[in-house]
């Protein structure tokens, strides 16, 4: 039932959103607020599932949509979007399957043309491979079909705040003792 209300809630906003000209984040905070309002009194929904849906509808038009949480969390180190296959990301130096993905491939490629465009590059059927850089200097790479069999291919490599050291390395297991003396 969350999806279809937070899909309902969605296209409602779009549809006013639409009607004005340039809108700032508070401006579309409030019309969400509203539109929340609504369907919670509608639904009895619990706070916590009125902040989410808020959440999810903001990042959806003013953010990266589900990847924004991602982004948000200092601790995720690479992120990869396989098509609507699935997101899997390295937080703490392991690998993992995120449990939310996309629902469709043109989701994706919307969140590929709001990537691109932000940095003047162009990526399509004919150019179906770009590197580019989020506006806080992460690195982003994409794939499209034909190149990519399984749909769009998003990879977000972010960068510590600290350089990564041999100690690091060996506290995250990433190398043995011995690998780290033959290294050095």
């Known amino acids: 039932m969350k999806q279809e209300q937070f899909i309902c809630i969605r296209v409602k906003l779009m549809e006013q959103l639409r009607q004005g000209a340039e809108w700032s984040d508070e401006e579309i905070l409030e019309r969400i607020d509203l539109l929340v309002s609504e369907t919670a009194r509608e639904n009895r929904l619990t706070v916590k599932q009125r902040e989410e849906i808020r959440r999810e509808l903001f990042y959806s038009v003013r953010k990266l949509d589900i990847l924004q949480e991602l982004l948000d969390d200092d601790r995720v180190t690479e992120i990869m979007v396989n098509g609507t296959d699935g997101i899997f990301l390295e937080k703490n130096g392991k690998l993992s399957r ?8 043109e989701r994706i490629l919307d969140i590929i043309q709001q990537i691109t465009g932000a940095c003047n590059r162009v990526v399509n059927e004919a150019s179906p491979i770009v590197d580019a850089r989020l506006e806080n200097g992460d690195r982003v790479h994409v794939v499209l079909p034909p190149v990519a069999v399984n749909g769009p291919i998003i990879t977000i490599r972010r960068f510590p705040e600290e350089p990564v ?5 060996l ?3 990433s190398l043995s003792e011995e690998e780290a003396e033959f290294l050095k």
């Open 98 to 105: 995120w449990e939310k993905s996309f629902s469709s491939k």
């Open 171 to 173: 506290e995250l297991e």
């Open 165 to 169: 050291t041999m100690q690091k390395l």
